[in-house]
């Protein structure tokens, strides 16, 4: 575990240290005017990729909870480190380990890509299991005919019923009515 939670704090760390580490070893061990605008394009790639890479990793939930990366993290991840390392020395290997970087980069992506799926879905699946459990235990609280129409009522709240009287009462007395007509109505009636 100690290992999983040191390697999720290099991811972080790798996304900045490595490109620096390709530009410092071109410094060291570097070649020829070409390999400079390799170099201007190989260090913002290797930033972003790593970036993404890490980003990927930190955001899965299970990543979250334990506060540590995956075997699987550790060693497509980390082998993708080395590969790097190896560019950084820009010997004889260097295009065996361009060539090497580029296919775990790619493994990498979509190998965290994977792992964030499904422990998304495996999450979900979880809730949901959560969720028609509590279903099932309100539908069974109740008692009775009204038990399966109000799942959500419990047994010890107090329910208030207002109903709506919708029948007309004329208590008004006759000269309250005159009042009330039009204006109009009254004229013609020599009021």
Aim: net charge negative; glycine share 12%; proline share 4%.
């Amino acid at each position: 575990m100690l290992i999983r939670r040191a390697f999720l704090w290099w991811l972080i760390a790798a996304a900045v240290v490595l490109p620096i580490w390709l530009g410092i070893g071109w410094v060291i061990f570097g070649q020829g005017g070409w390999g400079t605008l390799g170099l201007v394009i190989t260090v913002p790639v290797a930033f972003i990729t790593l970036a993404v890479v890490a980003l990927l990793v930190r955001i899965r939930p299970t990543v979250r909870a334990e506060r540590a990366a995956s075997w699987t993290d550790v060693g497509v991840v980390g082998a993708l480190h080395a590969a790097v390392i190896g560019i950084g020395f820009y010997g004889d290997s260097g295009a065996f380990f361009g060539v090497m970087a580029i296919l775990l980069a790619i493994a990498a992506f979509w190998s965290s890509v994977w792992q964030l799926v499904t422990d998304g879905a495996k999450r979900m699946q979880a809730t949901m299991v959560e969720f028609e459990r509590l279903a099932a235990q309100q539908a069974g609280q109740g008692s009775g005919p009204d038990a399966a129409s109000r799942p959500f009522i419990r047994g010890d709240e107090e329910i208030i019923v207002i109903q709506e009287r919708t029948e007309r009462t004329d208590r008004a007395d006759p000269g309250e009515r005159a009042d009330r007509t039009d204006p109009g109505e009254r004229a013609d009636r020599g009021e």
